[in-house]
């Protein structure tokens, strides 16, 4: 296809040259696999490391309007104001983090549906206290940076999509970075810092949307396509698409804004009551906040479980999902192989008479019933570090 009308990443031109297939994601060209095929290069991440472009999605820092003059807030003083003005937006604990750590929390309307899902860090620079590291999904940063922008008086929002952002993913990451970036290695799960990445001052988090152990790292525009080369002369790490970003996400049971979860659904309806941070739920100081709370006491009506298809058909986002005497209870919203679970799965949202593991449900795979089972996620084990 034609990507001469879509935005490209400092890695683009790398990319091609490297046999990405390019397609239109969220108005970028992007690749959705490279020569070896989205199987092998599934496989490849389970087993030694990939390396992923994410250059399309929304990295930005919001710091305080007085930062850096001298009679500002430091330290902790500095992290609770500006985690005060953007706890406004989100259900996340941010005042609670300390110096270096992330929180994966959600973006809310007034009725407590999702309007992204974000990572927010606390940075570990005594020197940057009072800022915050958010990085937001590709397809609604637009409106997130607009809101976030527009909500938190008193804060400056700084894009920084026009940098790098790649992820390194897999259980030989740690190991093969040591060679690149001897002071990430010790890093556990879910915390960041600035640190060298071959010899490129970068902006490093342990975390990822594969379940396995890695790193996204924020690399200079100008630096992006020499690091990365660098790591892809590395004959265990290999470029990958997002066709494998999409399978391993499934396999570790991981949401996919716009598809598992959307603005009409809560957290709570999306089995993500544990983002709604224990500290926030006596206040219920977050857009549908009450609503929120009363879900997590009373229950819903619809919730997002996972399944495992008992034959070889794949379920389809759309197809539906009904009880074995054909009665329509939900529908798929994500599916395909699981290709290391060695199986069809999926994920939707089914009444929740019928959320209980092990309920025997049908989906309907054009028109014709394939058995499934409600399955516990994530679907193969996550394996992050976490020290």
Known sequence: MSTTHLKST??????????????????????????SGII???????????????????????????MGQESALTGDAAHAKISGIFEQLVCGDISGLSPGEMRYTLLLNEEGGILDDLMVTRPSDPAEQGMLYIVVN????????????EACQGATLERADDNALVALQGPQTRKLMAKYAPDI??????????????????LVSCSGYTGEDGYEILIPAEHAESVAKQLLEDKDIA???LGA??????????????????????????SLTWAVSKVRRDEADFPGGEKIISQIENGT????????????????????????????????????????????????????????????????????????????????KQNYFRG
């Open 245 to 270: 970003r999409d399978s391993l996400r499934l396999e570790a049971g991981l949401c996919l804004y716009g598809h598992d979860m959307d603005s009409s659904k809560t957290p709570i309806e999306a």
């Open 185 to 202: 290695t010790d890093m556990v799960f879910m915390t960041a810092k600035r640190a060298q990445v071959c010899g490129v001052d970068c």
């Open 301 to 380: 009506e619809m919730k997002r479980i996972g399944l495992n298809l008992l034959d070889k058909a794949p379920a389809r986002e759309g197809s539906e999902i009904a009880t074995k005497d054909g009665q329509i209870v939900g529908i798929i919203t994500s599916g395909g192989h699981g290709h290391t679970a060695g199986k069809p799965v999926a994920m939707g949202y089914v009444n929740r008479a019928y959320t209980q593991i092990g309920t025997e449900l049908d989906v309907l795979v054009r028109n014709k019933p394939r058995a499934a089972v409600v399955a516990r996620m994530p679907f193969v």
């Open 10 to 35: 400092p890695l683009t031109n790398l990319n091609q040259s490297q046999g990405g297939k390019m397609v239109d994601f969220a108005g970028y060209a992007m690749p959705i696999q490279f020569e």
């Open 40 to 66: 092998p290069e599934h496989h490849h991440v389970r087993e030694k490391c990939g390396l992923f472009d994410v250059s399309h999605m929304g990295p930005a820092f919001l710091k305080l309007d007085e």
């Open 138 to 149: 590709a397809g609604c940063k637009e409106a997130d940076f607009t809101l976030i922008a």
């Open 239 to 241: 470029p990958i698409g």
